[in-house]
């Protein structure tokens, strides 16, 4: 009884040992893979980050007069979005549309772009057709958030009075009204071909004027705590 007693012992520390040993390999191997994942993930990220701004800086070469446009729009959206409190997930995504909110204008002449004067009716339809343009290029890219509906939204107003949709309310994204009060700030803080730079406060009077109208007030009240506290996103 004794020999059995022993053997069936000794059998239960071996197999407790294989299955501690088993559980410990595991663990390692799961350890591994979300250290590979993460490594993985980082290097997409960076992979994804310079190809937006790759794809940001081919429209800068049709348009010199707004270089920089789209990050100095990048840099405020991003601002509003934290100070809204939105998820670094959600910023991340903020971020990304707004260096890319103008792609679209790739699609149109460059002699309307930088034309040093103001449009005329067809050019200025052709100008609102970089939204729609841009979400074609994007609307099959695999981005973790809604980069492409965020473009194609970016011109579209609150009360209804935007294009290319005419969309009003909380059907346009939120990730679009950010665009939109980034855009026109930024905008006007700059020099045009047409027109010199209006100035940082005529920017922000103008979304001020309009805001639970054209631009979510929510959005604008951000903007607005931004500047007041002398912390603008455009100096380094």
Not at 1 to 28: F, H, L, P
Not at 43 to 50: I, N, S
Not at 226 to 231: D, L, N, T, V, Y
């Amino acid at each position: 009884m004794t020999s059995v007693s022993g053997s069936a012992g000794a059998k239960y520390a071996v197999a407790n040992w294989v299955d501690i040993t088993d559980r410990k390999v595991a663990e390692r191997a799961r350890e591994n893979a979300e250290r590979l994942l993460t490594e993985t993930n980082a290097k997409l990220q960076d992979t994804v980050g310079g190809i937006v701004i790759s794809m940001a800086k081919v429209v800068e070469t049709r348009d010199p007069y707004t270089a920089g446009h789209q990050e100095r729009v990048a840099r405020l959206a991003v601002a509003i979005a934290a100070e809204m409190g939105l998820s670094e997930e959600q910023i991340q995504g903020v971020g990304v549309a707004a260096v890319l909110h103008d792609l679209g204008k790739i699609d149109i002449p460059a002699e309307i772009l930088s034309k040093p004067s103001r449009l005329k009716e067809k050019e200025y339809s052709l100008i609102q057709d970089h939204c729609v343009a841009g979400y074609e290029i994007l609307k099959n890219v695999d981005f973790p958030w809604p980069v492409a509906q965020a473009v194609l939204q970016h011109h579209e107003r609150k009360d209804g009075s935007g294009y290319p949709n005419s969309l009003s309310g909380d059907d346009i994204l939120l990730e679009a009204r950010i665009l939109a009060v980034s855009d026109v700030v930024e905008a006007m803080s700059s020099h045009r071909p047409y027109r010199p730079s209006l100035g940082l406060e005529q920017g922000l009077a103008e979304v001020s004027l309009y805001r639970g109208s054209r631009f979510d007030e929510r959005v604008v009240d951000a903007c607005m705590a931004i500047f007041a506290r002398g912390e603008s996103p455009w100096t380094e």
